[in-house]
């Protein structure tokens, strides 16, 4: 009889129940990523140091910028300051030239390390040398070499051609961005080589078969096989490299150091000067978010390209 009477009431306490409860206690399961008990508290433990640190050293520095940078007066007096206008041109020319030459050389040299022998793999590993040393030593090596007194390249010049070779970084605005921009793609084209290299590895050797039985061989294999496959990761890796190229300091501070007369200047540089050489930060600061119409635009690509299509391999 007490069992038949727990049959009848169950419906009872069931419907006393509030609608919302299971709906909230399954999305607090969820939210929690369906851990309970101390799992959960281990995983916030080994969280919140992550989240602090992201707080304190990503969030805190860019609103902070934001808020340094906030005032019209800055901007104005940006766009009237000749070394910004010519730092704006340099960036713009950095990253046309840079990174198309060097992701389309990179792709080209990706088919070369394609090939079969001992000597390509050898080859390749004295490629990716460059990329490996650190970027500090790499850039100060290449800025002495490019000493016109007493530059290894000039003395190999003359020593060997009996030819005087030209101030790379000390008269011509354009040679010194040209040699800033040659220093760039040599650094970092290996990366990117590697990287659309396992690209192509990764496309499936039936593919090239079938093309050569239809009678394509040697440019139209790479134009109907190989670069349709690499087409969504090669514009990934473009975006990508403009955007880490947009923030790129070291490049051109320790090749030219902004010279000759301050005319190789690119924003990420001009604004170390401004907010420590000439003790302006707040322009320093402004001169940086200048870039943001730019790389906003590019991030929001990015994303919505890493979302809405796969990269196919």
Not at 241 to 266: C, E, M, N
């Amino acid at each position: 009889m007490d069992g038949m009477q727990a049959i009848q009431t169950a419906p009872a306490v069931a419907r006393n129940v509030p609608p919302t409860f299971g709906v909230s206690r399954v999305r607090r399961r969820v939210w929690r990523g369906g851990m309970q008990g101390s799992d959960y508290t281990w995983a916030l433990a080994f969280c919140i140091p992550y989240i602090a640190l992201f707080l304190a050293f990503v969030v805190y520095p860019v609103v902070y910028g934001l808020w340094m940078g906030h005032e019209p007066r800055l901007y104005r007096e940006l766009a009237s300051d000749p070394i910004y206008l010519n730092s704006l041109v340099n960036t713009i020319v950095y990253l046309a030239v840079g990174v198309n030459l060097k992701m389309f050389l990179a792709l080209l040299l990706s088919g070369f390390f394609m090939r079969r022998g001992w000597w390509v793999k050898a080859l390749l590993l004295i490629f990716v040398l460059p990329w490996a040393v650190p970027a500090l030593p790499t850039f100060l090596s290449i800025h002495w070499m490019l000493n016109s007194q007493w530059g290894f390249i000039n003395n190999f010049l003359w020593e060997t051609f009996h030819i005087d070779g030209p101030s790379w970084l000390d008269t011509s605005r354009w040679l010194a961005l040209g040699t800033v921009i040659g220093a760039y793609i040599w650094k970092w084209m290996p990366f990117w080589t590697v990287i659309l290299l396992a690209g192509r590895m990764a496309i499936p050797p039936e593919l090239y078969e079938s093309a050569e039985m239809d009678g394509a061989t040697g440019f139209r294999k790479f134009r109907h096989v190989t670069f349709p496959l690499l087409a969504n990761l090669y514009f990934v890796c473009t975006l990508l490299s403009t955007i880490w190229t947009l923030g790129d300091f070291t490049t051109v501070y320790f090749v030219s150091g902004g010279g000759p007369a301050l005319s190789t200047h690119v924003l990420a540089t001009l604004g170390i000067r401004d907010a420590f050489t000439i003790a302006q930060p707040q322009l320093g600061v402004a001169a940086v978010m200048s870039a943001l119409p730019l790389v906003i635009p590019l991030v929001i690509l990015l994303m919505r390209k890493l979302r809405t299509a796969e990269v196919q391999l």
